[in-house]
C-alpha cells in the first residue's frame, strides 16, 4: 500500500508534490503521516507534545530550504537558503499549527479537490488522514493534499471581554 500525498508547511516554504509513502493509507494518523514525511525529506523535521488538556499537538516545525527546494506556488517572493523553525507558543496569545486536509477525488474522467470540512481541530496523532471526506458515488480518491499552517490565537482577557459584550450586545 502506498499513499500519494502532497505536503506543505506554509512559512517554513516545505512544499513536497506528489509523494508517494509506501505502507500508509487512508487509515494512518496524521502523525503517521508526518513522520513519512520527515523520514522520506531531507532538512525536515518537526516535534510534538501533549497540551494541558492531554491532546498531542505539534509543537515544532523545522525546515532547511536550499537550492534544490521546490518553491511552493502562490508564496511571495523566493526565499533565502537555510533553516528555519516555528515554535508552538501559549499563552494569552499563542501561537500554534493547524493542518488542513483534502482530497484529490477522480470523477468521471476529471479530478476534483474535495476539502475536509471537520470542525474544530483533531489530533493529529489519533486522526486518520482519510477520515471524514464525503466523497461523491463513484468517485476514487487519488492522493491527499496536507498542509500546515501556524495561526495566531489571542486569547488575553481584554479579547475575551470584548467578545462576551459583542455576543451579549442587543440585537437588531
Excluded at 45 to 60: C, D, L, R
Excluded at 107 to 128: C, K, L
Excluded at 150 to 159: C, P, R, Y
Aim: proline share 6%.
Amino acid at each position: 500500500m502506498t499513499l500519494n500525498l502532497t505536503f506543505r508547511a506554509v512559512g517554513l516554504y516545505a512544499f513536497f508534490p506528489d509523494l508517494a509513502l509506501d505502507g500508509l493509507d487512508a487509515t494512518s494518523s496524521i502523525q503517521n503521516v508526518l513522520d513519512a514525511v520527515a523520514s522520506t525529506q531531507p532538512g525536515f523535521s518537526y516535534g510534538f507534545g501533549p497540551t494541558h488538556a492531554g491532546k498531542s499537538i505539534v509543537t515544532s516545525m523545522t525546515y532547511d530550504y536550499s537550492n534544490t527546494s521546490r518553491q511552493p506556488p502562490n508564496s511571495s517572493g523566493i526565499p533565502g537558503v537555510g533553516p528555519r523553525t516555528i515554535q508552538t507558543t501559549i499563552g494569552d496569545v499563542s501561537q500554534v499549527w493547524q493542518y488542513y486536509r483534502s482530497a484529490i477525488v477522480h470523477i468521471g474522467g476529471f479530478d476534483y479537490e474535495i476539502r475536509n470540512q471537520t470542525v474544530g481541530q483533531p489530533s493529529f496523532a489519533t486522526t486518520p488522514i482519510g477520515s471524514d471526506f464525503k466523497v461523491p458515488e463513484g468517485g476514487v480518491v487519488e492522493a491527499y493534499k496536507l498542509v500546515f499552517r501556524n495561526v495566531t490565537i489571542d486569547l488575553s482577557a481584554e479579547k475575551q471581554n470584548a467578545y462576551l459584550a459583542a455576543k451579549m450586545a442587543p440585537t437588531a
